[in-house]
């Protein structure tokens, strides 16, 4: 919630600069952590090390904060927006 109070004291601008520079970083560590799950997934099936399966799948949650940190910002655009 403190993220919050941050983003009420942005102007617009600040806040349409801060979008687009977290979408940016969502998008190059979404690209980054799928060619690693990949690696991984291809790593454990081809050494039949099965417990690298759910290093692949726990790691994926690692964006979430990001696409939370992004949501907030989407959020506070459209209701100075209305």
Do not use: C, H, W
């Amino acid at each position: 919630m403190k993220e919050n109070n941050k983003l009420a004291d942005l102007t617009l601008e600040e806040l349409l600069v801060k979008q687009k520079k977290a979408k940016a970083a969502v998008i190059g560590l979404g690209i980054v952590m799928a060619i690693a799950l990949i690696i991984l997934i291809y790593l454990a099936l081809k050494n039949k090390n099965y417990a690298l399966l759910g290093v692949a799948g726990g790691s994926a949650i690692t964006l979430l904060p990001s696409f939370i940190a992004l949501k907030q910002i989407e959020t506070e655009i459209k209701s100075r927006k209305s």
